[in-house]
């Protein structure tokens, strides 16, 4: 199951990274709206992140979305938001193993992902150590957590 997801992943990616540039990583995250989510890759360059959103078998759904630092206005991580609402048992565990980005950039485009980051109980379920990496180099690379310890 897990070198399947990989696969499919990975072919998604490989479409994304631009001749001359290095994948330094990849991970899933939820792209959040007012009404509805969607799965989305990351891709991680050593020069940008490229955001494709994906239906659940993997056919991308929409343009992809390229960030650099030149493009990014803002970004601002907060732990938790992957739950639901109120003061649930699920709510509290799903809260512990996310992370969630909000990024907007200088084009006006707004993005709320929603990550979970590999570790702890669930750690496994989430991707495990690869979306681990991943998702430190995505918070990393905006600025989100200090790129020394990745």
Request: hydrophobic share 40%; charged share 25%.
């Amino acid at each position: 199951m897990a070198k399947d997801y990989e696969a499919k992943l990975a072919a998604v990616v490989a479409s994304l990274v631009e001749p001359g540039e290095e994948l330094l990583g990849t991970c899933m995250a939820t792209k959040q709206s007012a009404f509805k989510g969607s799965m989305v890759a990351i891709a991680v360059t050593d020069r940008r992140l490229v955001i494709q959103e994906m239906n659940r078998k993997f056919e991308t759904t929409a343009e992809p979305v390229s960030i650099t630092p030149e493009t990014l206005e803002s970004a601002k991580l907060s732990h938790g938001s992957g739950g639901g609402f109120g003061d649930s048992p699920s709510s509290a565990i799903m809260n512990k193993a996310t992370v969630t980005v909000k990024l907007r950039t200088t084009d006006g485009t707004r993005l709320k992902l929603v990550m979970m980051h590999g570790k702890g109980i669930f750690g496994k379920l989430g991707g495990g150590e690869d979306q681990s990496q991943a998702v430190d180099m995505v918070l990393g690379r905006l600025g989100l957590i200090d790129p020394t310890h990745i």
